[in-house]
Protein backbone atom coordinates (compact mmCIF):
# COMPACT_ATOMS: atom_id res chain seq x y z
CA UNK A 1 0.00 0.00 0.00
CA UNK A 2 1.46 3.56 -1.43
CA UNK A 3 1.28 6.17 1.64
CA UNK A 4 -1.92 8.48 1.35
CA UNK A 5 -2.06 8.83 4.86
CA UNK A 6 0.42 12.16 5.09
CA UNK A 7 -2.64 14.86 6.59
CA UNK A 8 -3.12 12.26 9.42
CA UNK A 9 0.12 12.11 11.06
CA UNK A 10 0.46 15.34 10.36
CA UNK A 11 -2.42 16.78 12.42
CA UNK A 12 -1.31 14.11 15.09
CA UNK A 13 1.42 16.22 15.30
CA UNK A 14 -0.05 19.81 15.01
CA UNK A 15 -2.38 18.40 17.00
CA UNK A 16 -0.28 17.66 19.96
CA UNK A 17 1.70 20.57 19.89
CA UNK A 18 -1.47 22.99 20.12
CA UNK A 19 -1.42 21.20 23.04
CA UNK A 20 -4.58 18.89 22.56
CA UNK A 21 -4.78 15.14 24.10
CA UNK A 22 -3.82 12.95 21.08
CA UNK A 23 -4.29 9.36 20.04
CA UNK A 24 -3.51 7.26 17.55
CA UNK A 25 -5.34 3.74 16.11
CA UNK A 26 -4.21 1.77 14.12
CA UNK A 27 -5.00 -1.15 12.30
CA UNK A 28 -2.52 -4.18 12.95
CA UNK A 29 -4.17 -7.34 11.55
CA UNK A 30 -6.56 -7.39 9.67
CA UNK A 31 -8.79 -10.84 8.61
CA UNK A 32 -11.56 -11.82 6.21
CA UNK A 33 -12.79 -8.68 3.67
CA UNK A 34 -11.61 -5.91 6.07
CA UNK A 35 -12.07 -2.59 4.55
CA UNK A 36 -8.73 -0.80 5.52
CA UNK A 37 -5.80 -2.87 5.26
CA UNK A 38 -2.94 -2.94 8.28
CA UNK A 39 -0.96 0.31 8.81
CA UNK A 40 -4.16 2.63 7.88
CA UNK A 41 -4.73 5.25 10.75
CA UNK A 42 -6.92 7.22 12.52
CA UNK A 43 -6.47 10.14 15.01
CA UNK A 44 -8.04 11.20 17.50
CA UNK A 45 -8.20 14.21 19.52
CA UNK A 46 -9.54 15.20 23.08
CA UNK A 47 -12.65 17.16 21.65
CA UNK A 48 -13.66 13.99 19.63
CA UNK A 49 -11.88 15.86 16.18
CA UNK A 50 -10.85 12.34 13.92
CA UNK A 51 -9.23 12.23 10.82
CA UNK A 52 -8.56 9.45 8.44
CA UNK A 53 -10.00 5.76 8.78
CA UNK A 54 -9.83 2.43 10.23
CA UNK A 55 -12.71 0.92 8.69
CA UNK A 56 -15.21 2.01 5.86
CA UNK A 57 -16.46 3.91 8.26
CA UNK A 58 -18.02 0.80 10.56
CA UNK A 59 -16.35 1.21 13.36
CA UNK A 60 -14.78 4.27 14.32
CA UNK A 61 -17.44 5.73 16.64
CA UNK A 62 -16.10 3.00 19.20
CA UNK A 63 -12.94 3.50 18.58
CA UNK A 64 -13.12 7.11 19.05
CA UNK A 65 -14.44 6.13 22.42
CA UNK A 66 -11.87 3.92 23.52
CA UNK A 67 -9.08 6.71 22.27
CA UNK A 68 -10.90 8.73 24.87
CA UNK A 69 -9.59 6.79 27.30
CA UNK A 70 -6.57 5.80 26.13
CA UNK A 71 -6.05 9.69 26.42
CA UNK A 72 -6.96 9.60 29.60
CA UNK A 73 -5.01 7.03 30.80
CA UNK A 74 -1.81 7.12 28.71
CA UNK A 75 -2.16 2.99 28.50
CA UNK A 76 -2.30 1.75 25.10
CA UNK A 77 -5.18 -0.42 24.32
CA UNK A 78 -5.67 -3.60 21.64
CA UNK A 79 -9.25 -2.92 20.10
CA UNK A 80 -10.74 -6.01 18.59
CA UNK A 81 -13.80 -5.89 16.08
CA UNK A 82 -15.54 -8.99 14.20
CA UNK A 83 -18.64 -10.89 12.99
CA UNK A 84 -17.49 -13.16 15.88
CA UNK A 85 -18.06 -10.73 18.62
CA UNK A 86 -21.55 -9.53 19.13
CA UNK A 87 -20.09 -6.05 20.16
CA UNK A 88 -18.87 -5.55 16.64
CA UNK A 89 -22.41 -6.54 14.87
CA UNK A 90 -23.78 -3.67 17.53
CA UNK A 91 -20.54 -1.56 16.29
CA UNK A 92 -21.59 -2.33 12.63
CA UNK A 93 -18.85 -4.44 11.08
CA UNK A 94 -21.14 -6.44 9.41
CA UNK A 95 -18.84 -6.57 5.99
CA UNK A 96 -17.74 -9.98 6.88
CA UNK A 97 -14.08 -8.91 8.31
CA UNK A 98 -12.06 -9.07 11.74
CA UNK A 99 -9.64 -6.11 12.50
CA UNK A 100 -7.62 -5.45 15.10
CA UNK A 101 -6.56 -1.63 16.28
CA UNK A 102 -3.88 -0.46 18.20
CA UNK A 103 -4.55 2.31 20.06
CA UNK A 104 -2.08 4.83 21.83
CA UNK A 105 -2.08 8.25 23.14
CA UNK A 106 0.35 10.92 21.78
CA UNK A 107 2.82 11.88 24.28
CA UNK B 1 3.81 7.25 20.46
CA UNK B 2 6.21 9.46 21.65
CA UNK B 3 6.20 13.05 20.05
CA UNK B 4 9.69 12.96 19.54
CA UNK B 5 9.03 9.79 17.18
CA UNK B 6 5.92 11.12 15.55
CA UNK B 7 8.21 14.38 14.62
CA UNK B 8 10.89 11.84 13.33
CA UNK B 9 8.44 9.85 10.86
CA UNK B 10 6.94 12.95 9.99
CA UNK B 11 10.34 14.35 8.73
CA UNK B 12 11.52 11.36 6.75
CA UNK B 13 7.92 11.24 5.36
CA UNK B 14 7.92 14.63 4.21
CA UNK B 15 11.40 14.21 2.76
CA UNK B 16 10.00 11.21 1.04
CA UNK B 17 12.13 9.07 2.68
CA UNK B 18 10.81 5.31 3.75
CA UNK B 19 10.68 4.16 7.51
CA UNK B 20 9.23 1.47 9.68
CA UNK B 21 7.49 2.43 12.99
CA UNK B 22 8.13 -1.30 14.92
CA UNK B 23 5.94 -1.44 17.85
CA UNK B 24 6.09 -4.07 20.52
CA UNK B 25 1.98 -4.50 20.46
CA UNK B 26 2.22 -5.72 23.96
CA UNK B 27 4.31 -3.45 26.07
CA UNK B 28 3.16 -0.50 23.83
CA UNK B 29 7.27 0.33 22.78
CA UNK B 30 8.12 1.50 19.79
CA UNK B 31 11.33 2.63 17.66
CA UNK B 32 11.16 4.06 14.12
CA UNK B 33 13.75 2.89 11.79
CA UNK B 34 14.68 4.87 8.64
CA UNK B 35 15.64 2.57 5.05
CA UNK B 36 19.44 3.99 6.18
CA UNK B 37 19.59 1.80 9.33
CA UNK B 38 18.03 -1.37 7.76
CA UNK B 39 20.85 -2.77 7.28
CA UNK B 40 22.62 -2.87 10.33
CA UNK B 41 18.92 -3.77 12.28
CA UNK B 42 18.61 -6.96 14.09
CA UNK B 43 15.38 -7.17 12.02
CA UNK B 44 16.70 -6.34 8.64
CA UNK B 45 15.70 -9.47 6.89
CA UNK B 46 11.59 -8.75 7.72
CA UNK B 47 12.34 -4.35 7.23
CA UNK B 48 13.50 -5.45 3.98
CA UNK B 49 10.75 -7.65 2.97
CA UNK B 50 7.43 -5.19 4.53
CA UNK B 51 9.39 -2.37 2.76
CA UNK B 52 9.70 -3.98 -0.78
CA UNK B 53 6.25 -4.77 -0.29
CA UNK B 54 5.13 -1.66 1.02
CA UNK B 55 2.96 -3.46 3.50
CA UNK B 56 2.52 -3.39 7.00
CA UNK B 57 2.98 -7.08 8.61
CA UNK B 58 3.13 -8.47 12.03
CA UNK B 59 6.37 -10.54 13.08
CA UNK B 60 7.18 -12.87 16.19
CA UNK B 61 10.91 -12.02 17.08
CA UNK B 62 12.31 -13.42 20.59
CA UNK B 63 8.95 -14.00 21.73
CA UNK B 64 7.65 -10.61 21.02
CA UNK B 65 5.13 -9.40 19.19
CA UNK B 66 6.29 -6.32 16.64
CA UNK B 67 3.93 -4.44 14.33
CA UNK B 68 5.98 -3.25 11.60
CA UNK B 69 4.12 0.02 10.22
CA UNK B 70 5.13 0.35 6.65
CA UNK B 71 5.78 4.55 5.61
CA UNK B 72 6.87 4.29 1.84
CA UNK B 73 6.37 7.21 0.36
CA UNK B 74 3.92 7.23 -3.08
CA UNK B 75 5.88 5.89 -6.18
CA UNK B 76 6.07 8.81 -9.25
CA UNK B 77 5.93 8.21 -12.61
CA UNK B 78 7.84 10.62 -15.04
CA UNK B 79 6.82 9.84 -18.78
CA UNK B 80 8.67 12.03 -21.17
CA UNK B 81 7.30 11.94 -23.95
CA UNK B 82 3.09 12.72 -24.29
CA UNK B 83 3.01 9.87 -27.08
CA UNK B 84 -0.10 7.66 -27.53
CA UNK B 85 1.43 4.94 -25.51
CA UNK B 86 1.42 7.83 -22.85
CA UNK B 87 -2.19 8.27 -23.42
CA UNK B 88 -3.19 4.48 -21.83
CA UNK B 89 0.26 4.35 -19.84
CA UNK B 90 -0.85 7.93 -17.63
CA UNK B 91 -4.28 6.47 -16.09
CA UNK B 92 -2.85 2.68 -15.72
CA UNK B 93 -0.38 4.15 -14.11
CA UNK B 94 -2.65 6.29 -11.67
CA UNK B 95 -5.21 3.35 -11.01
CA UNK B 96 -1.73 1.56 -9.29
CA UNK B 97 -1.38 4.27 -6.96
CA UNK B 98 1.44 6.58 -8.91
CA UNK B 99 1.36 10.26 -9.02
CA UNK B 100 1.86 10.77 -12.82
CA UNK B 101 3.30 13.32 -15.02
CA UNK B 102 3.77 13.76 -18.69
CA UNK B 103 6.67 15.45 -20.08
CA UNK B 104 6.69 16.95 -23.84
CA UNK B 105 8.08 20.43 -25.12
CA UNK B 106 6.00 19.74 -28.38
CA UNK B 107 2.20 21.69 -27.08
CA UNK B 108 0.68 19.64 -29.60
CA UNK B 109 1.24 16.25 -28.09
CA UNK B 110 1.11 18.05 -24.75
CA UNK B 111 -2.75 19.13 -24.69
CA UNK B 112 -4.84 18.50 -21.91
CA UNK B 113 -7.77 17.36 -24.50
CA UNK B 114 -5.36 13.87 -25.25
CA UNK B 115 -4.51 13.75 -21.45
CA UNK B 116 -7.55 14.59 -19.31
CA UNK B 117 -6.82 15.22 -15.66
CA UNK B 118 -2.74 14.45 -15.84
CA UNK B 119 -0.38 16.88 -14.61
CA UNK B 120 1.01 17.90 -17.82
CA UNK B 121 4.72 19.90 -18.59
CA UNK B 122 4.87 21.45 -21.92
CA UNK B 123 8.73 22.43 -21.80
CA UNK B 124 12.05 21.00 -22.70
CA UNK B 125 13.50 17.97 -19.97
CA UNK B 126 16.18 20.80 -18.81
CA UNK B 127 13.39 22.88 -17.43
CA UNK B 128 10.48 20.68 -16.63
CA UNK B 129 12.46 17.99 -14.58
CA UNK B 130 14.25 20.06 -11.82
CA UNK B 131 11.05 20.86 -10.18
CA UNK B 132 9.69 17.68 -10.37
CA UNK B 133 11.67 16.31 -7.66
CA UNK B 134 12.69 13.00 -9.53
CA UNK B 135 14.53 10.69 -6.62
CA UNK B 136 14.71 7.28 -5.71
CA UNK B 137 10.70 6.41 -5.77
CA UNK B 138 9.89 7.78 -8.62
CA UNK B 139 9.89 5.48 -12.04
CA UNK B 140 11.05 7.14 -15.27
CA UNK B 141 10.25 6.36 -18.76
CA UNK B 142 11.03 7.97 -22.17
CA UNK B 143 8.94 7.38 -25.07
CA UNK B 144 9.53 10.22 -27.23
CA UNK B 145 11.84 8.75 -29.73
CA UNK B 146 13.27 11.70 -30.33
CA UNK B 147 16.97 11.83 -28.93
CA UNK B 148 17.01 15.52 -28.61
CA UNK B 149 14.19 14.89 -25.99
CA UNK B 150 14.89 11.60 -24.37
CA UNK B 151 18.58 11.48 -23.73
CA UNK B 152 18.77 14.75 -21.55
CA UNK B 153 15.49 13.12 -19.58
CA UNK B 154 17.78 9.91 -19.31
CA UNK B 155 20.67 11.92 -17.90
CA UNK B 156 18.88 13.81 -15.62
CA UNK B 157 17.21 9.96 -14.47
CA UNK B 158 20.77 8.36 -13.85
CA UNK B 159 21.41 11.18 -11.42
CA UNK B 160 18.02 10.86 -9.58
CA UNK B 161 18.74 7.25 -9.03
CA UNK B 162 15.21 6.49 -10.03
CA UNK B 163 14.52 3.22 -9.54
CA UNK B 164 13.22 2.53 -13.02
CA UNK B 165 14.03 3.60 -16.24
CA UNK B 166 12.83 2.43 -19.46
CA UNK B 167 12.84 3.57 -22.67
CA UNK B 168 11.39 3.16 -25.96
CA UNK B 169 13.05 2.18 -29.00
CA UNK B 170 14.28 -1.57 -30.65
CA UNK B 171 17.74 -3.01 -29.51
CA UNK B 172 19.71 -1.23 -32.50
CA UNK B 173 18.01 2.20 -31.47
CA UNK B 174 19.21 1.60 -27.89
CA UNK B 175 22.61 0.83 -29.04
CA UNK B 176 23.19 4.18 -30.22
CA UNK B 177 21.36 5.70 -27.75
CA UNK B 178 23.77 4.09 -25.27
CA UNK B 179 27.14 5.54 -27.69
CA UNK B 180 25.41 9.59 -27.48
CA UNK B 181 24.47 9.06 -23.57
CA UNK B 182 28.04 8.03 -22.92
CA UNK B 183 29.80 10.66 -25.46
CA UNK B 184 27.32 12.94 -23.01
CA UNK B 185 29.12 11.81 -19.76
CA UNK B 186 27.17 8.64 -18.43
CA UNK B 187 29.19 5.88 -17.39
CA UNK B 188 28.59 1.80 -18.35
CA UNK B 189 26.52 1.02 -15.49
CA UNK B 190 24.39 4.19 -15.88
CA UNK B 191 23.28 3.01 -19.50
CA UNK B 192 22.90 -0.86 -18.10
CA UNK B 193 19.85 0.83 -15.73
CA UNK B 194 17.86 1.27 -19.07
CA UNK B 195 15.20 -0.86 -19.15
CA UNK B 196 15.32 -1.28 -23.73
CA UNK B 197 13.34 -2.48 -24.98
CA UNK B 198 11.04 -0.76 -22.77
CA UNK B 199 8.64 -3.53 -21.07
CA UNK B 200 8.06 -7.06 -20.03
CA UNK B 201 8.02 -8.86 -23.64
CA UNK B 202 4.29 -10.11 -23.60
CA UNK B 203 3.63 -9.73 -27.28
CA UNK B 204 2.51 -6.25 -26.23
CA UNK B 205 0.86 -4.50 -29.67
CA UNK B 206 -1.00 -1.67 -29.18
CA UNK B 207 -0.58 1.42 -27.29
CA UNK B 208 -2.51 -0.02 -24.19
CA UNK B 209 -1.12 -3.48 -24.47
CA UNK B 210 2.61 -1.47 -24.86
CA UNK B 211 1.10 0.45 -21.42
CA UNK B 212 0.63 -2.65 -19.59
CA UNK B 213 3.96 -4.14 -20.40
CA UNK B 214 5.69 -1.05 -19.07
CA UNK B 215 3.72 -1.31 -15.68
CA UNK B 216 4.36 -5.32 -15.47
CA UNK B 217 8.17 -4.32 -15.65
CA UNK B 218 8.06 -1.32 -12.92
CA UNK B 219 5.49 -3.23 -10.68
CA UNK B 220 8.28 -6.51 -11.13
CA UNK B 221 11.61 -4.06 -10.25
CA UNK B 222 9.66 -2.34 -7.10
CA UNK B 223 8.27 -5.41 -5.70
CA UNK B 224 10.45 -8.68 -6.17
CA UNK B 225 13.38 -9.56 -4.58
CA UNK B 226 17.06 -8.99 -6.39
CA UNK B 227 16.99 -12.39 -7.34
CA UNK B 228 13.99 -13.07 -8.98
CA UNK B 229 13.93 -9.62 -10.13
CA UNK B 230 17.18 -11.02 -12.72
CA UNK B 231 14.59 -13.60 -13.68
CA UNK B 232 11.98 -11.63 -14.47
CA UNK B 233 13.60 -9.49 -16.72
Same mark, same amino acid.
Given at each position: MLDRDEDILKAAEDWQKAGRGVALATVVETWGSAPRPAGSSLVINDEGTFLGSVSGGCVEGAVVTEAMDVIESGKPKMLEFGVADETAWNVGLSCGGTIRVFVEKVS | MKLAILHELNAERAARRPAILVTD???GEQRLVKANDFAKDPLRVELEKQLRMGKSANVEVGGKKLFLNVYAPTAKLVIVGAVHISQALAPLARSLGYDVTVVDPRTAFASAERFPDIPLVAEWPDTA??????? *?YTAFVAVTHDPKIDDPALLHAFERGCFYIGALGSRKTHAKRGDRLRAQGAKDSDIARIHAP??? *?????SPSEIAVSIMAEITAVLRLPPKEKEEAA
Open positions: - | TESLPPLDVD *AIGL *AIGAV
